[in-house]
């Protein structure tokens, strides 16, 4: 009798049925399973990409693929014991593995989180402040914020290991919403509210001064047309005046920090290598502190438009290779904001558990897909991903059509 009591008391404690999930559950399925494959494949491809690849392998790519074996260790380990509870409605594995699934559930979202934050710092710097990138994040730079993402976030999450438990409204486990306060407020607000505040204003840093430094190149521009021009006599009136000297210095300081940015994208991934970019910009600085003769004194029988399309093209590339990439990581920031600004409101809304059980789970499946969406954006937004997913895929369907074909 006491037994049949404690079994019942267990099945209690790890059981999530309800009749309104009854049906849902068959969707959250569907859903774990497609974010399983797709997780595990597109994770896995971006890892064996960046080691296959030599483009690939740059310092900023070493944060990409920390941020694809958070998400790996979601989708191949955790998300199909998520699958199994909503199937069975019901957590199977008992209390220690429940506590395991919980520690490392919140390990790979704080990774996650710290990525993101190192991602946009590294963005800023790049482009802002190149020397100060070179330092913090060199080789044996990588190496330490790397390890230590993994250690900050275990040691945030370890002493939360009594308090994980099998939470019914989600169908997982995950600390409790009492027992853990006030370290778990203390904790979300860091993370979720401190930190995504972070990587939201590095972002608006990289678009305020992507966005000047645009405007200094247009400035450029119209003053070459308009230094061009000018007849030869008036350009030699300059001389006395000392205005011509002033133009060289104008554009010799708007351009350094095109200069800058041309510079920065060796670091981009790209499908473009970073040599044509250093080319423009060491281009740009020779015309900007060696005048070509359209800005001087240039006879009349010389023809500008040769000179003008060297400069402008590569830089405008270089330009553009910057906002494409720094779109690229903006967009997988508000991909993970979308996947759980919702989840945490109705947490924070719902202290009392009245919202519908439906609700509940509905939003907690949406954070799924923060773990497989990821490498989809890189494949849609970065050509040079695109292209070595695409060896990648053509090699391992090889066997396949050799089979076909004989």
């Known amino acids: 009798m006491l037994m049949n009591h404690t079994n019942h008391t267990e099945d209690d404690l790890f059981s999530c049925y309800s009749p309104s999930v009854v049906g849902y559950r068959y969707f959250a399925v569907l859903w774990g399973c497609a974010v399983t494959i797709t997780g595990t494949a597109g994770n896995l491809m971006t890892i064996l990409a960046f080691a296959l690849d030599s483009r690939l392998k740059t310092r900023f790519n070493v944060l990409i693929v920390n941020l694809a074996v958070a998400d790996l260790l979601y989708c191949t380990i955790l998300q199909p014991i998520s699958v199994d509870s909503y199937l069975h409605l019901r957590w199977r594995a008992g209390q220690l593995w429940c506590r395991i699934f919980g520690l490392l559930l919140f390990l790979s979202n704080s990774v996650s989180i710290i990525t993101l934050c190192l991602i946009a710092v590294s963005r800023y710097l790049l482009v802002a402040k190149r020397a100060v990138f070179d330092r913090v994040f060199s080789n044996h730079g990588l190496v330490l914020l790397i390890i230590s993402s993994w250690a900050f976030g275990l040691a945030s999450f370890g002493p939360l290991w009594q308090v994980y438990v099998f939470v019914p409204q989600v169908c997982t486990c ?233």
């Open 174 to 406: 995950s600390f409790h919403r009492t027992r853990g306060r006030p370290y778990t407020t203390i904790l979300l607000f860091l993370y979720f509210f401190a930190g995504l505040g972070c990587v939201g204003a590095f972002y608006l840093l990289i678009y305020r001064h992507v966005l000047v430094a645009s405007q200094a190149l247009l400035r450029y521009r119209i003053s070459r047309r308009s230094s061009r021009r000018k007849p030869a006599s008036s350009a030699q009136r300059t001389d006395d005046s000392g205005v011509e000297s002033g133009v060289v210095k104008t554009c010799t300081s708007e351009m350094s920090s095109q200069a800058d940015l041309a510079q920065s994208t060796d670091e981009i991934p790209s499908e473009k290598s970073s040599k044509p970019i250093h080319s423009a910009a060491a281009l740009m600085s020779s015309t900007a502190n060696h005048p070509t003769p359209d800005i001087i004194s240039s006879p009349p029988s010389i023809k500008p438009a040769p000179i003008t399309a060297a400069p402008s093209s590569p830089s405008s590339s270089g330009d553009d290779e910057i906002k494409r990439v720094t779109r690229m990581c903006f967009t997988i920031f508000m991909c993970f904001v979308f996947c759980f600004v919702p989840f945490i409101l109705l947490n924070i809304a719902d202290k009392h558990n009245r919202a519908p059980h439906v609700l509940h789970m509905f939003c907690a499946n949406l954070t799924w897909l923060n773990s497989c969406i990821n490498p989809v954006l890189y494949a849609v937004m970065n050509p040079q991903f695109r292209q070595a997913y695409h060896v990648l895929l053509t090699r391992a369907a090889a066997p396949f059509t050799c089979f076909w074909t004989s």
